[in-house]
C-alpha cells in the first residue's frame, strides 16, 4: 500500500496541471502498489474539472469493481466526496 498525500497541493485543487500531477502520481504507483491511499489532508476544495481529470479517469481505466478496491481516499471532507462523486458521474 502507498499513501499518496496532495498536501502540496493544499488548499484547492483547481487547475489543469495540478490534476494532470496527481493522476500521473496515481497511475505510476498503480503500477507497482495494489492499494494506493490518496490522503486529502489540507484540501479544502477541489474543482468538479479536477475531480473528474483524476478520479472520473480513474474510475473509467480502472472500472467500478477495481477503483472501488485499488483507491482508498483519506482525509476528505464531506464537502471533496461529494466534488470527487460529481467527478466520477461526470465521466459516465
Known amino acids: 500500500m502507498k499513501t499518496i498525500n496532495l498536501q502540496?497541493?493544499?488548499?484547492i485543487i483547481s487547475?489543469?496541471?495540478?490534476?494532470?500531477?496527481?493522476?500521473?502520481?496515481?497511475?505510476?504507483s498503480l503500477k507497482?502498489?495494489?492499494v494506493i491511499c490518496i490522503d486529502m489532508n489540507g484540501i479544502k476544495s477541489m474543482a468538479?474539472?479536477?475531480?473528474?481529470?483524476?478520479?472520473?479517469?480513474?474510475y473509467l481505466d480502472l472500472g467500478p469493481e477495481n477503483?472501488?478496491?485499488r483507491i482508498e481516499i483519506l482525509n476528505a471532507s464531506d464537502n471533496i466526496k461529494t466534488i470527487i462523486r460529481i467527478g466520477i458521474e461526470g465521466v459516465l
Not at 502540496?8 to 488548499?11: I, L, R, V, W
Not at 468538479?48 to 480513474?58: E, I, N, R, Y
Open 8 to 11: 502540496d497541493y493544499a488548499p
Open 15 to 28: 487547475d489543469n496541471n495540478s490534476g494532470e500531477e496527481i493522476l500521473n502520481s496515481i497511475l505510476e
Open 32 to 34: 507497482t502498489n495494489e
Open 48 to 58: 468538479t474539472f479536477s475531480a473528474k481529470q483524476v478520479f472520473g479517469k480513474l
Open 67 to 69: 477503483f472501488f478496491n
